[in-house]
């Protein structure tokens, strides 16, 4: 093996914090052990938040310029012992479980559907985080009624971290809160990208058991961003019942699968399945057709987590900031069972 040349090669793996690349910076170490290269990467802190997504790609970058070395690689990791204070807040993500919300398309109601996913976890009593990722059409700070708050920092190991937005115990960062709302947000893929990784990584999170990423529709820069930097720990699809909707939602469900991604997709959510006038709820109209989720869900083999009702309500609520009180609207147990099979499935 040419050691040294692949040793160059991952000069183009960056640390974004020093601005360096991995190999200037003196991280890397390779070695040949019969037919494998071990490759060992040596952190400054014990607690790297961008570690996952170097050693990610590092991988890539090794296999995509020597694709004979693919199941001949193994990769070491050396990190500083390091005991955190007592006092002191965490200063990276460390949630029990990192789970993306995603759509193949806009206006299926995403947004509202992680909102509520959030509430009834908190319901549950589990520590609830939201990430509002959706950098074009940041929804969260209006659902949530918190548009007035504008994020401040804390000084933790060192460095200036975000306190994040909070509201009945969860809490929201979102990029909602640096700009005005009437302001569009005009930026190519890598800022938009940047400015994720940000909100990502600075964020105060302290100890979460969720933390909820509510994706862009689609399949872009941002979502490529995400995969890249953090380990996600699965995927809630969410559609309407109708054919048009389900197209796109194929392409999602793809992307997640695709080889080279692998998010495990722990079902879909139905959303908008049917309306029941609030003066005839023994009726349902099936006004963008019926089950048209719920069959797809079957006939690609993910489970159905949900089957939400059009309620006009819940529409309100989130117009007015008072997504908090989604327990009022009549859907709380549709939105508490999807949350536990979630759960159940993690």
Aim: charged share 20%; net charge negative.
């Amino acid at each position: 093996m040419e050691l040294n040349k692949i040793k160059n090669s991952l000069s183009i793996v960056q640390h974004p914090e020093f601005k360096q690349d991995i190999v200037s910076l003196g991280m890397v170490e390779l070695e040949e052990s019969g037919d494998k290269l071990i490759v060992t990467i040596s952190f400054r802190k014990a607690k790297d938040p961008f570690s996952k997504a170097i050693e990610r790609n590092v991988i890539n970058t090794i296999l995509t310029k020597f694709p004979e070395l693919e199941g001949k690689l193994q990769i070491k990791v050396n990190k500083p012992e390091v005991a955190q204070p007592q006092n002191q807040t965490p200063s990276e993500i460390t949630a029990g479980k990192i789970i993306a919300v995603a759509s193949g398309k806009g206006g299926v109601g995403k947004s509202t559907v992680t909102a509520n996913l959030a509430v009834a976890l908190n319901r549950k009593g589990y520590k609830i985080g939201i990430l509002d990722a959706d950098i074009y059409g940041p929804s969260m700070p209006k659902m949530f009624g918190i548009e007035d708050y504008r994020p401040y920092t804390q000084e933790v190991e060192g460095r200036e971290r975000i306190v994040p937005a909070e509201k009945n115990g969860i809490k929201i960062n979102s990029i909602g809160f640096y700009l005005p709302s009437d302001q569009a947000l005009i930026w190519r893929g890598p800022m938009a990208s940047s400015a994720l990784k940000q909100l990502l990584h600075d964020t105060l999170w302290g100890e979460l058991d969720f933390l909820l990423i509510d994706m862009p529709p689609g399949t872009g820069d941002v979502h490529l961003t995400l995969v890249n930097e953090i380990t996600i720990d699965g995927a809630v699809i969410v559609s309407t019942p109708q054919q048009i909707a389900l197209a796109d939602v194929i392409r999602g469900i793809e992307m997640f699968q695709n080889k080279n991604i692998k998010i495990p997709v722990l079902g879909m959510i139905e959303n908008m399945a049917w309306f029941t006038p609030a003066e005839l709820p023994d009726h349902r109209y099936y006004i963008f057709g019926r089950d048209g989720g719920k069959q797809l869900a079957q006939r690609i083999g993910i489970p159905l987590l949900g089957q939400i009702p059009l309620v006009q309500s819940v529409c309100e609520s989130a117009d007015n900031g008072v997504i908090t009180d989604a327990g009022s609207t009549g859907v709380e147990k549709y939105f508490n069972d999807a949350a536990q099979q979630i759960i159940d499935s993690l």
